[in-house]
């Protein structure tokens, strides 16, 4: 699933910016965790799980590579060398956000239990989002792909 979803955000960047295509991915993750939370529990399925589950799991996947691409445009050179580069810190943001992750699955079963482990995790989630892409349209302006750092050295 990862490269066809991966394919196709590389054909559409030649057609969109970076910008674009993070606030359309974020739009694409908003309505699957819409989709995902149990609102009746008695009517929730296997298949909506299934389904809205592999739509959050390809948007967040398609999502990084945008935002690996804009990182890139927009840091300084400077940045780019020696053992703290925007690579190492990519990786190093990545791996604490799994760490927050999983301790918040951890604690949201054990306060919300097995039959609210579902909305517990993904309620929360829906409003991260949401505040995601608030922050985008109020700086989808800055969200440039040129470095003026580099073009005065």
Same mark, same amino acid.
């Given at each position: ?6 394919? /196709? $955000?590389? #054909? ?9 295509? /993070?606030?359309? &991915? ?15 529990? %008695?009517?929730?399925? *296997? *298949? ?26 927009? @840091? ?5 060398? +020696? @053992?703290?580069?925007?690579?190492? !810190? &990519?990786?190093?943001? +990545?791996?604490? %956000?799994?760490?927050?992750?999983? *301790? ?8 919300? +239990? ?5 909305? &517990?995790?993904? %309620?929360?989630? !829906?409003?991260?989002?949401? $505040?995601?892409?608030?922050? $985008?349209?109020?700086?989808?302006? #800055?969200? *440039? ?9």
């Amino acid at each position: 699933l990862m490269f066809p979803a991966n394919m /196709i $955000v590389a #054909r559409l960047s030649h057609r969109f910016e970076d910008r674009e295509i /993070i606030y359309y &991915a974020l739009v694409a993750i908003l309505c699957s965790i819409l989709g995902i939370i149990s609102y009746i529990p %008695a009517k929730y399925s *296997v *298949v909506q799980y299934m389904c809205f589950g592999i739509c959050i799991f390809i948007s967040t996947n398609a999502l990084e590579g945008p935002n690996m691409s804009l990182l890139s445009k927009s @840091i300084p050179r400077s940045w780019a060398k +020696g @053992i703290f580069n925007t690579g190492f !810190l &990519a990786t190093e943001a +990545g791996t604490a %956000a799994r760490s927050v992750g999983d *301790v918040w699955i951890t604690l949201a079963s054990h306060v919300a +239990g097995d039959p609210g482990l579902l909305n &517990a995790i993904f %309620a929360p989630m !829906l409003a991260l989002v949401a $505040v995601s892409l608030i922050l $985008v349209r109020r700086n989808y302006d #800055r969200m *440039v792909e040129e470095d003026e750092d580099d073009d005065k050295s």
